[in-house]
């Protein structure tokens, strides 16, 4: 590096400026809090010249035809197709922390693939890097269905609560939540239809039915409503009307 460059100077000039193109560099050089190998090294490098040279660190731009900066990038790729080995014997430690949990993650995902468990799962989510990738909050609605843990009458046979796994559809297929969600057809509901357990002659029954049911109740037409009358035994407004006119105008 240029500072290890300027130790190595019999004679030093009072003053030294270090253009540098990366001004990511540059800002870990001057704070002190970051912890890079490299940075703090430079660091401490200035320390012990600061005594007898005056050290200043610029930023240039990158690939912007500047003489010395085209020359050092050609060193630079000199230097490495020579050199294969890394320089330095530590990392920085967000560096770190991203290759432990990538680690971490291939360990989690072969164990995962491995087992037999989870067979219903691996449907949906065939490896950890896929839910990973996904933006799923899990709930208690998607965990039974992810897991097949739920009213499920496959579930519920296994648990002993019912006596068959089967579906009710045509195809008879055992009952599982990708069976319910990709295979058996939602049947259509009608609005026409609905169901009378009672005999439509009991009135009594039928308003118990329809306040279990939460159904409007049944109003009388509305010509009764207004008039407060039996609409069949009301006559029609065109027969009032000729009540009124005398018997020789009617006739």
């Known amino acids: ?3 290890e460059w300027i130790q190595r100077q ?19 050089i001057a704070n ?5 190998p490299l940075a703090v090294a430079i660091r401490k490098k200035i320390i012990e010249l600061r005594t007898s040279t005056s050290l200043t660190f610029h930023w240039v731009k990158a690939h912007a035809g500047l003489r010395g900066n085209e020359r050092a990038d050609y060193l630079a790729r000199t230097a490495v197709s020579y050199n294969t080995t890394i320089a330095y014997n530590a990392i ?4 770190g922390k991203q290759l432990l949990e990538e680690h971490y993650i291939e360990i989690w995902n072969a164990t995962y693939i491995d087992c037999t468990n989870a067979s219903h ?12 990738s996904l933006s799923l909050w899990p709930n208690f609605t998607l965990t039974h269905f992810l897991t097949n843990h739920g009213k499920f009458r496959s579930y519920l046979h296994k648990m002993k609560k019912t006596s068959s796994p089967t579906c009710n559809c045509p195809e008879r297929a055992v009952q599982t939540s990708s069976h319910l969600m990709t295979v058996q057809p939602i049947p259509k509901q009608s609005s026409r ?16 039915h329809r306040q279990r049911l939460k159904l ?13 009358r039996n609409a069949s035994s009301t006559a029609t407004p065109l027969q009032r009307h000729d009540n009124n006119v005398p018997q ?4």
Do not use: C, E, W
């Not at 019999?10 to 870990?28: C, E, F, G, H, M």
């Not at 409007?216 to 407060?228: D, E, F, N, V, Y």
């Open 92 to 95: 920085p430690l967000n560096r």
């Open 193 to 208: 239809s609905t169901a009378q357990p009672y005999p439509a002659s009991d009135p009594k029954a039928s308003h118990t």
């Open 10 to 28: 019999r004679q030093k000039s009072p003053s030294y400026a270090i253009n540098v193109d990366s001004k990511t560099a540059v800002l870990a």
């Open 1 to 3: 590096m240029a500072v």
């Open 32 to 36: 002190k809090r970051k912890t890079h």
């Open 121 to 132: 799962t691996k449907q949906f989510i065939p490896t950890i890097p896929r839910r990973l």
């Open 248 to 251: 020789h105008l009617s006739n």
């Open 216 to 228: 409007p109740q049944q109003h009388p037409p509305l010509a009764s409503r207004i008039t407060g």
